[in-house]
């Protein structure tokens, strides 16, 4: 009887360590689930890592261009190329950055406003194109940095005043355009750059 009882306590340990070997081996292969838990974990610190080289990539162009565009509004040989004007009534109209556009060239200056793509305007390309010679142009800084650029543009076919404000860091800018003949203030907003580094097209001139 007492023979039984070992061989029947051997079975029952040989059993129990059998169990707890495969116990121990499937905790030691993870489970499908976890390896695609680990993979994704990998896959977002990756698409983290791109994310931020991408933004400092991005940061070091903004910087870049806007250290040209300061030196080239220093120089007062620069152009704003617009991409957005919006008009006193309040309407905006996205435009082609090569036909509308503020140019400063030493004293003398083009403004150029031409929203439409499917009418030659006055100026051959959907716009007006007026010029003049720049007068008591100022530039200040504030206390964050934000650069505003004010002059007077006085021609035959203009008459205004006009101020630029410079995003800090970068070569966005926005501008105001206020007609001393009329009250049909234009707003236009794009990126300033150097004036050779230009693509505009300068339609005809009032």
């Keep these: 009887m007492k023979k039984v009882i070992l061989t029947l306590t051997v079975i029952v340990a040989g059993l129990s360590v059998t169990a707890l070997d495969i116990n121990a081996q499937s905790q030691s292969r993870p489970s499908k689930l976890q390896q695609d838990k680990e993979k994704w974990h990998q896959e977002m610190e990756e698409f983290k890592a791109r994310s931020a080289e991408r933004r400092e990539i991005n940061e070091l162009t903004d910087s870049i261009a806007g250290v040209q565009a300061a030196a080239a509004v220093q120089n007062r040989d620069f152009v704003l190329e617009a991409n957005q004007v919006t008009f006193k009534s309040g309407n905006t109209v996205y435009v082609n950055?090569?036909?509308?556009?503020?140019?400063?060239?030493g004293d003398r200056a083009v403004v150029q406003v031409s929203p439409s793509n499917f009418s030659a305007g006055?100026?051959?390309?959907?716009?007006?194109?007026?010029?003049?010679?720049i007068s008591g142009m100022q530039k200040?800084?504030?206390?964050?940095?934000?650069?505003?650029?004010?002059?007077?543009?006085?021609?035959?076919?203009?008459?205004?005043?006009?101020?630029?404000?410079?995003?800090?860091?970068t070569n966005n800018a926005s501008a105001t355009i206020y007609p001393n003949?009329?009250?049909?203030?234009?707003?236009?907003?794009?990126?300033?750059?150097?004036?050779?580094?230009?693509s505009v097209f300068e339609g005809t001139s009032l």
């Design 140 to 169: 200040m800084v504030d206390k964050k940095g934000r650069t505003t650029i004010s002059f007077n543009v006085t021609g035959i076919g203009i008459n205004a005043q006009i101020e630029i404000y410079m995003v800090p860091g």
């Design 181 to 198: 003949f009329n009250s049909n203030t234009v707003w236009m907003q794009g990126d300033i750059v150097p004036y050779d580094n230009s």
């Design 97 to 105: 950055s090569t036909t509308n556009f503020i140019s400063v060239k």
């Design 122 to 133: 006055p100026n051959g390309v959907g716009g007006v194109t007026v010029d003049g010679m």
